[in-house]
């Protein structure tokens, strides 16, 4: 179906249909119940889920298949950012024209810095982005700051022109919205003490980011995927073969660049506003992050880590003191707070210490990341040898 | 005339950081192979180190004293530190008062034995794997070193002060017959160039004038056969790990002053130690120390007003804008040599 074997239609309808059930599948405790705090159905958390794991797919284009390990991804997502909210001030707030122009006007960006970026390998790739992604950064705080609105950053204001838009109604504020049903519009379902929330813009976003997943599959396996393969184990190789690694490098960067483009515009779809910070260096170590731990090089990798890192986040981080005196309530006082003693540094405000431990075990002892720990273990269950039919190159470590 | 040195003696102490960052970074570089992106940290631990040292020396227990009466006519509590009673008050004073100079002795053994077991534990396993692991594997340890000072410091910037006889600044202006009150340096920022000048040129004849350092330039140029020939070579880039360990440590003991510690310092160091040492050429040392210092007097001539009324912005972008020209003009960097990371 749709111009894929058997395996990759299963994966594309699985993840389609994990995306389309997530109000229902990432609620799964009663609201008011001590573990309600672990759900993670509410649309902002859902919308960030499918928006990083877009970005986390287009950098696993570039970083996955070509082994080119870009530190400045988080360039293309603010330009792209900028670029749709340009789209709605001057000309409407529908969200359909900006995210295209989003994606356009990264593309253009990712293929000037990729040009110029692209002349070195190796370590002097990563610096080379490293410095453009930290130059706009610089640039979109400082001189930018007509275009980008600097340190405030920019939303839509009530004056803006909005060509294709009427009059706003007195009062009203201007929403994005795809054909006037508004971005942040949801319909709220409960059934017994659960309540499942279903959101306008989520869908948005889930749909995107199933094409996207689609698009990215089909790159995987088409004859350019294979070339990208070839560049990652020996480009050498290929330049003795008479065949120019450039142009296929320089158009999986693109092809990166614009994926990152696309959760830049939906970012904006979403929340209505831009800042010069998501285009810091943090941000693009953030989707290396994502993309590593998850499994960089398969498809459903930097979707599973995207996702990981974002619950970890929003979830995780709201564990305090008194939740876990909560928890471990059942132990004897003074082993309790051991425990919690124990335990409180990893979590709650200590997220990202867990994190990067869990992503310095993945590097170290999972170079293919959680994808790679699940093969193992299911291989584990079936008891069998490993068979030769999975080359070495799946879990050789990204280079 | 009095501009322009200004801004060379204002671009000498963010110069000499980077200096002494880019130096350790080329040291683990050259001689391990390894690219460590935790070493911003280890500056960031090194900082942390003065913070710890001046808490340590400020501990105090509380006394009574008879002499003295508070305002409700009661004996007055006095929180006495602890080295006032084991060196007497004016010695005790000097001591929490020099207590930045005084965490190197604190911060050297303490940065070698991290630099040592980071090696030992982490680093060692990464010797045959890619530079995108090894860069991965450190990124995550930096991520790791620096939650860890938070947690336990917290994440507000810790004001830790100079000695009191450097405050205030130095007037060259009047020092050299020129216009008083034109040029004006602060004492520590000298303090902090003429020491990061003191551990380079340690560094430097260390490596050129000792036998131990003999036998580790010679491993940098040719492992194998300094391996051949029966040395040990394992063990002294050991040790180097933890030497350059130590010099990230000491730029971030003396840099406390200058610049209040947070936890996310090596971070912002990081990103610019490396871009100096791709400058100055991956592996060489002399290239390292001569790039921190031109990239730090650069930034500093982008920050004059005439320039920024000239090119709006350019302080801002200028070190990286001369990295990406320096790499598609030069790969090899200023001072790079030949064979090293060429791809």
Request: neutral net charge; aromatic residues 12%; contains cysteine.
């Amino acid at each position: 179906m749709f111009g894929l074997d058997k395996k990759h239609t299963n994966l594309l309808l699985l993840v389609a249909a994990l995306t389309m059930l997530a109000p229902f599948l990432l609620n799964p405790f009663p609201e008011g119940s001590g573990m309600a705090q672990f759900n993670a159905g509410y649309p902002d958390l859902m919308q960030r889920f499918v928006i990083f794991g877009i970005f986390a797919i287009g950098f696993n284009i570039l970083f996955g298949l070509t082994g080119y390990l870009s530190f400045g991804h988080a360039a293309f997502l603010g330009v792209g950012s900028y670029a749709a909210m340009w789209m709605m001030k001057l000309l409407t707030m529908n969200v359909i024209p900006a995210i295209t122009v989003s994606i356009v006007v990264a593309g253009l960006f990712s293929l000037l810095v990729g040009w110029i970026s692209l002349r070195r390998s190796g370590i002097y790739f990563s610096i080379l982005t490293l410095a453009f992604a930290q130059m706009s950064y610089a640039l979109a705080y400082s001189v930018l700051t007509p275009i980008t609105g600097g340190e405030t950053g920019l939303q839509p204001k009530i004056f803006d022109p909005r060509i294709l838009d009427g009059e706003l109604a007195s009062g009203a504020s201007p929403k994005a919205n795809l054909f006037g049903l508004e971005m942040t519009s949801s319909f709220e379902w409960s059934v017994g003490s659960w309540l499942f929330t279903f959101n306008v813009g989520y869908y948005v976003a889930a749909i995107a980011m199933v094409l996207s997943f689609y698009m990215a599959i089909r790159i995987f396996n088409s004859p350019f995927g294979m070339m990208l393969r070839a560049i990652k184990s020996n480009q050498q190789r290929l330049n003795y073969t008479g065949l120019n690694a450039k142009p296929y490098t320089l158009a999986a960067f693109v092809v990166s660049g614009m994926y990152a483009g696309l959760a830049g515009g939906l970012m904006v779809a979403m929340d209505t506003q831009v800042g010069a910070e998501r285009m810091f260096w943090t941000a693009s170590g953030e989707v290396v992050l994502m993309t590593i731990l998850g499994g960089a090089g398969t498809l459903i990798g930097p979707v599973l880590g995207a996702g990981m890192i974002k619950y970890m986040e929003n979830i995780m981080s709201k564990i305090n003191e008194t939740i876990l005196h909560q928890w471990f309530a059942f132990l004897p006082d003074g082993l309790e707070d051991f425990v919690v003693t124990l335990i409180y540094p990893f979590i709650g405000k200590g997220w990202h210490l867990t994190l990067g431990l869990i992503f310095m075990l993945v590097v170290i002892f999972l170079p293919g990341g959680l994808v790679e720990g699940g093969q193992r273990i299911a291989k584990l269950f079936k008891g069998k040898k490993p068979s030769s039919d999975t080359p070495d190159g799946k879990t050789t470590p990204a280079e | 005339m009095d501009a322009i040195i200004l801004q060379i003696l204002n671009g000498l102490d963010k110069g000499s950081a980077y200096a002494l960052i880019a130096l350790g970074l080329t040291l683990i570089f050259g001689t391990l192979g390894v690219v460590n992106f935790a070493h911003g940290a280890l500056f960031m631990i090194g900082a942390f180190c003065a913070v710890t040292l001046s808490r340590l020396l400020s501990l105090s227990h509380t006394i009574i004293d008879d002499t003295q009466k508070d305002f409700l006519g009661n004996p007055l509590k006095v929180e006495v530190p602890y080295v006032y009673d084991l060196f007497g008050q004016s010695a005790g004073e000097t001591i929490i008062d020099w207590a930045v100079p005084l965490s190197i002795l604190f911060a050297i053994p303490v940065m070698v034995a991290i630099g040592v077991i980071m090696e030992r534990g982490l680093i060692k396993h990464f010797y045959k794997r890619p530079h995108a692991d090894q860069i991965l594997v450190t990124f995550g340890l930096a991520i790791v070193l620096q939650e860890i000072i938070k947690y336990y410091y917290g994440a507000n910037p810790i004001p830790t002060p100079a000695p009191d006889v450097f405050r205030g600044s130095f007037d060259f202006g009047a020092a050299f017959g020129l216009t008083p009150d034109t040029i004006i340096y602060p004492y520590w920022r000298l303090v902090y160039f003429g020491f990061a000048a003191v551990i380079i040129g340690g560094v430097f004849a260390f490596l050129q004038f000792t036998t131990f350092g003999m036998v580790v330039r010679a491993g940098m140029a040719d492992r194998e056969t300094v391996q051949l020939l029966g040395i040990n070579i394992d063990k002294r880039f050991t040790l180097m790990f933890g030497l350059a360990a130590a010099v990230a440590g000491l730029a971030g003991v003396m840099y406390t002053p200058i610049n209040s510690p947070n936890y996310h310092m090596g971070m912002d160091f990081l990103v610019l130690s490396f871009v100096v040492v791709v400058v100055g050429g991956m592996g060489s040392l002399p290239g390292a120390v001569l790039a921190g210092f031109l990239l730090g007097i650069l930034e500093s001539f982008a920050s004059m007003r005439e320039v920024l009324e000239f090119l709006p912005g350019i302080n801002q972008i200028i070190i990286y804008l001369v990295a990406i020209i320096i790499l598609l003009t030069r790969p090899r960097g200023l001072m790079g040599r030949k064979g090293v990371m060429e791809d």
